[in-house]
């Protein structure tokens, strides 16, 4: 009978004496990286849907080794964020503590048992010092390049995280990790400025390697749209309204001007005898979630704002009202209301008895017609088709300028919470915002027991004055630390790289063995991860080349999105509790 414990334990041993797989990186002769999406050592154990990835990403591995290159398959630990930090305080642990820990037994109990042809000597562990002074550090050349900011906006808010969520990490108005409903907030925050990268990181995916699913996904999220921005101006006011539209060619349909209740001109649009009224709306307003504010089956409610805009091409005096379906942060926060060839405005003005007026020549009964087609009652545009019209958009008018817009939005960096590298920025009232210096990193997370989230929007560190007061790094004078760390997003952004010299205390990463090993000749991970970490992955290359630090834009040439296993009819999660230990079979 084949004793498989002998014989596993033989060869584990072996591995463990030998390192037969591993790589001399200076001495390859036929580099090969293949790689897998590093785990979150987070709850009791890795389950059977994680075994199922590294297994397969390892068959993989195997076989190009057996072609004769040199496969380097490192693994390592995404151990910083929330993942961690969650479990850890379920579990009533610190997480400084439970980390370590943990990783040791998914390194010693579970990877190691599988056999893959890890090669342990370039494991890196994201919240070891001399992997976040880096992050560190990464943070520091974005912020001098003008790409990291700190801002007020309008930001996703997870209530049982207690802590700020990027837009990629709201799934349907939920917490990507808790599946609690996010509220919005108006909170000072960091964030990458990824929307500068829109285009490129758009255009870049015609020739990745990589799954169509995954690559329609980041399609999708980028949303690129083409249109115009059309400017109406406030009457008795000296503002304007602008508004970005895919269909410049219903211009002349427009009947009113709706924008979000966030919308930065409110204050100055709303009039004496609708502020009242107005403070109720937006109080119910801030109780919904995002799924519900932008559904399309949902009523659709407003108010008036007592004010009007100017119709740039008629002249008209259009009412402005303030809609709960309309969100600050997506377009201008404004739209222009056109009922007769758009469902949601025109719901709304039979609701409210707006005027609805046919441009678009159809019949009557068909309204809402939203297709292209033939002018009508568009003045000397009229009997002009659509197609036409956009095409000479610029021509218009001065208050019409043919634009882009894009869905993506910048990504909110700034987390709330303890586990995690302390964002290395002082504060000082002589010189403003300056960066920590780099021959001062890491700026220490401090060991302290006060590390429990309490909702307030400030991190636990906030509270830790030993922290927090310092010096400025310019003039010498009192200073304060920024005391938000980074979202786990950006540990995991670069770490392929520091795979490559994880001890290297010098340099992030050695450009030498950059230039040999990457970009990653192949990713195996989950399409869950499509406009997250792959998207943020692919920002953060772009940026550090266009810096000068790295030789090429795209980080992964081939990226292949596995498949999932099921259990109990969802995806195994240890957040869900459906999962399979895979210990029973070791």
């Given amino acids: 009978m084949y004793d498989f414990r002998v014989i596993e334990r033989k060869w584990q041993d072996y591995y463990a004496k030998e390192k037969p797989f591993n790589i001399d990186l200076k001495k390859a002769e036929k580099p090969f990286y293949n790689l897998m999406m590093f785990p979150y050592p987070s709850a009791a154990g890795l389950h059977i849907g994680n075994m199922f990835s590294f297994i397969g990403s390892d068959v993989y591995g195997r076989f190009m080794k057996l072609k004769g290159y040199d496969v380097f398959e490192p693994i390592g630990f995404d151990a910083f964020g929330i993942h961690s930090e969650n479990y850890a305080l379920r579990v009533g642990r610190h997480p400084a503590e439970l980390t370590p820990k943990s990783i040791e037994y998914f390194r010693e109990e579970q990877l190691k048992k599988i056999g893959n042809i890890f090669d342990w000597n370039s494991e890196a562990i994201t919240s070891s010092p001399e992997y976040y002074k880096w992050t560190q550090w990464i943070f520091i050349q974005l912020f001098k390049k003008g790409l990291a900011e700190k801002r007020s906006s309008n930001v996703n808010w997870c209530p049982s995280c207690k802590t700020v969520l990027a837009d990629e990490q709201v799934i349907d108005g939920r917490c990507e990790r808790c ?60 503002e304007q309204i602008d508004v970005f539209t895919t269909r410049p060619d219903t211009i002349f349909g427009v009947t009113y001007i709706v924008v979000a209740p966030e919308y930065g001109l409110v204050s100055k649009l709303i009039t004496p005898s609708t502020l009242e009224t107005f403070e109720n709306f937006k109080e119910e307003v801030k109780n919904m979630d995002l799924a519900t504010r932008t559904s399309i089956s949902r009523p659709k409610n407003g108010i008036f704002t007592g004010s009007y805009a100017i119709h740039p091409l ?93 869905h993506l939005h910048d990504w909110c960096i700034s987390r709330q919470r303890y586990w995690g590298p302390p964002i290395p920025i002082v504060y000082c009232e002589k010189c403003g915002t300056v960066h920590v210096p780099e021959d001062e990193l890491p700026v220490m997370l401090p060991n302290t027991d006060d590390y429990i989230p309490d909702g307030s929007g400030k991190s636990p560190l906030a509270k830790n004055l030993e922290f927090v007061n310092t010096t400025c790094p310019v003039c010498g004078g009192p200073a304060r630390r920024e005391t938000d760390v980074s979202d786990n997003f950006l540990d995991s952004a670069w770490y392929y790289l520091r795979y490559l010299s994880p001890k290297n205390r010098s340099v992030p990463f050695d450009d030498e063995l950059v230039d040999k090993w990457c970009p990653v000749d192949m990713y195996i991970g989950g399409n869950e991860h499509a406009t997250l970490h792959l998207m943020y992955s692919r920002f953060l290359a772009m940026a550090l080349h266009d810096i000068g630090f790295l030789p090429f834009e795209e980080p992964f040439a081939s990226f292949r999105g596995h498949g999932l296993i099921i259990k109990d009819g969802e995806k195994m999660s240890k957040s869900k509790g459906n999962i399979v230990n895979p210990n029973e079979y070791f």
């Fill in 179 to 238: 599946n609690n409903e996010v509220e919005k907030r108006e909170m000072s925050q960091w964030f990458f400025k990824i929307t500068e990268y829109a285009e490129k990181l758009l255009s870049n995916l015609e020739k990745l390697d990589w799954t169509d699913t995954t690559k329609n996904l980041q399609r999708a999220w980028i949303g690129k749209s083409s249109g115009a921005t059309i400017s109406f101006e406030v009457h008795g006011m000296n």
């Fill in 314 to 406: 008629t002249g008209e005096e259009l009412p402005v009202w303030i809609g709960d379906y309309v969100l600050a942060e997506y377009g201008t926060g404004a739209v222009m209301a056109v009922p007769a060839h758009d469902e949601r405005d025109y719901v709304f003005a039979k609701k409210y008895g707006l005027e609805i007026k046919q441009v678009i020549e159809c019949d009557p009964s068909q309204l809402p017609y939203t297709e292209k087609g033939k002018m009508i009652n568009s003045g000397k545009y009229s009997d002009m088709l659509s197609v036409d019209f956009i095409d000479k958009i610029d021509e218009v008018s001065d208050s019409i300028k043919g634009s882009v817009n894009y």
